[in-house]
Structures are given as structure tokens and as C-alpha cells.
């Protein structure tokens, strides 16, 4: 086997664009979604209200109740 000696290579100068790897433009495809129902995205929102209501009429109805009771005890 014969070793060859090393030789430097010659750079080239020319356009610096030249040899420039280029594809365009880089675009995400995103596949199609449904569009979200209005309906389906407030329904949690107007149950927390609906709860919210529900329980200010049965907190006065319970201290109501409880006078009563009192009431009626120490009679």
C-alpha cells in the first residue's frame, strides 16, 4: 500500500450564493378541527352559575327553617 502526500486544495471564490440550498418557503400543515360549539363551551360556565343561584335561595330558606325550629324549642 502506497501513502500519497497530503496536497492543499484550492479555494474558490466566487458568488457566495452559488451552491446555496434553498426549499421555499417552510409551511405547517394543520389538520382541519371542527368548529367549537358555543353551547358546549359555556355549559360549564352557566352550571357554576345555575349552582351559584341554587344555593343563595337555599341559604336563607335553611336560616329561615332554623329560626323556626329554635323557636318552637324554647316554647
Request: hydrophobic share 45%.
Amino acid at each position: 500500500m502506497e501513502c500519497k502526500s497530503i496536497t492543499k486544495r484550492v479555494a474558490v471564490h466566487g458568488d457566495p450564493t452559488r451552491g446555496l440550498l434553498s426549499y421555499g418557503l417552510i409551511r405547517l400543515d394543520i389538520p382541519d378541527r371542527p368548529q367549537s360549539n358555543l353551547l358546549i363551551m359555556m355549559a360549564p360556565v352557566a352550571g357554576i352559575w345555575v349552582l351559584g343561584l341554587f344555593l343563595l335561595v337555599l341559604i336563607p330558606i335553611a336560616k329561615t327553617g332554623n329560626r323556626q325550629v329554635s323557636r318552637l324549642a324554647n316554647r
